[in-house]
């Protein structure tokens, strides 16, 4: 295992760290990331806007509409708080992670969490891109700091994938991080609501073309954020169409 430099003291420290290790070993630098213990993502906690969402009116109303035994998929998942989370709230959920040190440490975390007894919240080392897609699709998918991983050529990708694991008349969930602009370098990538869109409706970055895919059912800057993310994120729901307009075309 490489080591780390013996100090990294900062936020900025860890992430130049990160790019670093990404750049060495590619996708393998999430596992070593992890392994050494430099997740400067990991605020041992779930965002607060994905619990305020939740605790809103229309949030109240996605747990209202949720069939039963509702399926939800947390792709990028770390030590699964957003997974246990979703679990807590009558989801079968599933944590994912390409780091196979992350689901570890992520089952170890929740081992006594009666969700995870019960079967209603698990974990898996997955391929977000490879892994094959259940027959029912899932109901719900979040995306958080997962989205900002990727580097920009893997953004039509994601948008594609996320349009195969979502059925129709489901719902994504996108925590929109960090926002900092013509920033370059990452991860995490600079991103914004409209790089989103555009990966989701499967439309060159910019393009006026009509939405096929999805519908944005909310998008907005969330009333309370940690401390690092104020002014940087959004909150975006979306609905999958139930008749996307290319499958008319």
Known sequence: MDQPPKQLATRDEKITYLRKLMGDKGSGGW????????????????????RDFFESN???ATLHKKPENARVLVPGCGKGYDAAY??????????????????EKAK???????????????????DFFKFEVP?????????????CALPPELRAPWGARMRELVRPGGTLITLVYPIDGPRTGGPPFSVDVQKVTDALQGREEGSADADKYWTKVLDTVPQTSSPEHVGRERLVVWERLENPLQDKL
């Open 58 to 60: 229309d949030g109240k």
């Open 86 to 103: 979703f679990a807590s709230l009558g989801y079968e959920s599933l944590g994912a992670d390409l780091s196979s040190t992350a689901i």
């Open 31 to 50: 596992d070593t990331a992890w392994q050494e213990g430099i997740t400067p993502w990991d605020q041992g906690h779930i965002q607060p806007p994905l």
């Open 135 to 147: 027959a029912a699709k899932y109901d719900l998918v979040y995306d958080y700091t997962f989205f």
């Open 108 to 126: 170890e975390f929740w081992a006594e969490s009666p969700e995870l007894k019960s079967g209603k919240l698990s974990f898996q080392t997955l």
